[in-house]
Structure formats: structure tokens, C-alpha cells
Nanobody
Framework: QVQLVESGGGLVQAGGSLRLACAVS????????MAWFRQAPGKGRESVAA????????YYAQSVQGRFNVSRDNAANTLYLQLNSLKPEDTAVYYC????????????????????WGRGTQVTVSS
């Protein structure tokens, strides 16, 4: 069974940076698009970024465009999210997720397209 485990969250001041990692078990990591989502208290889960299985094709939510960077290391079965220029509104639990289907890519990442999820890592940005 595939498992996703996030790490790297924490408390940071506005303007600071964090790097999240998502370790993925199993041998098919490279066959799937992966994504990051987040959920703030009292709000729904929203997409943050996604990366295709076949190369550097990525998607970013408008709210993080230019500040966050998603990448993957297929040899290490790890997904990353670099968070720069953090703002208090970035405070949320961040989740990584695997696409429901192998070799599938959509221009916009939606939670319904992803069916394997990690437990999340808390990111708190103080003002």
C-alpha cells in the first residue's frame, strides 16, 4: 500500500522560507503526477501546486505563483515544496497527494483527482 509522509513544517516569521518534503513508499512514484494542497482553519482544502510525472510541467495556484516551487526526485521517491516569502495567510496544514491515475496530467489540480493523501504538516506564519 502506498503511503505518503510529509515533513518540514513549522513556525516561521512573515517573509521567511520553509521546505516541505513528502516521502512516498512504493515503486511507482515516477508514474504519477503529485500535488500539494493546504487547508486553513475553517476553510476548505485548496490546491497549492502540482507536478507532472513526465517532466518539469507544473501548476501553481495564483496565490502562491512566484513564491512557491514544487519539485520531485523520482530516484528518492520524494516530492518537495519550497515556500518563500511566506505570508500569514499561508498558514495551514499542507498535504501531499498522488493522482488518482498513472500517466495522467491536468492543467489544474483538484482534490477530487487525487486519491492517496498524507496526514499533513502544519505551517504557521507569524506577522
Amino acid at each position: 500500500q502506498v503511503q505518503l509522509v510529509e515533513s518540514g513544517g513549522g513556525l516561521v516569521q512573515a517573509g521567511g522560507s520553509l521546505r516541505l518534503a513528502c516521502a512516498v513508499s512504493g515503486r511507482t512514484f515516477s508514474d504519477y503526477a503529485m500535488a500539494w494542497f493546504r487547508q486553513a482553519p475553517g476553510k476548505g482544502r485548496e490546491s497549492v501546486a502540482a507536478i507532472s510525472w513526465f517532466g518539469p510541467t507544473t501548476y501553481y495556484a495564483q496565490s502562491v505563483q512566484g513564491r512557491f516551487n514544487v519539485s520531485r526526485d523520482n530516484a528518492a521517491n520524494t516530492l518537495y515544496l519550497q515556500l518563500n516569502s511566506l505570508k500569514p495567510e499561508d498558514t495551514a496544514v499542507y498535504y501531499c497527494a498522488r493522482n488518482r491515475r498513472a500517466w495522467t496530467w491536468k492543467k489544474i489540480a483538484r482534490p477530487d483527482d487525487y486519491d492517496v493523501w498524507g496526514r499533513g504538516t502544519q505551517v504557521t506564519v507569524s506577522s
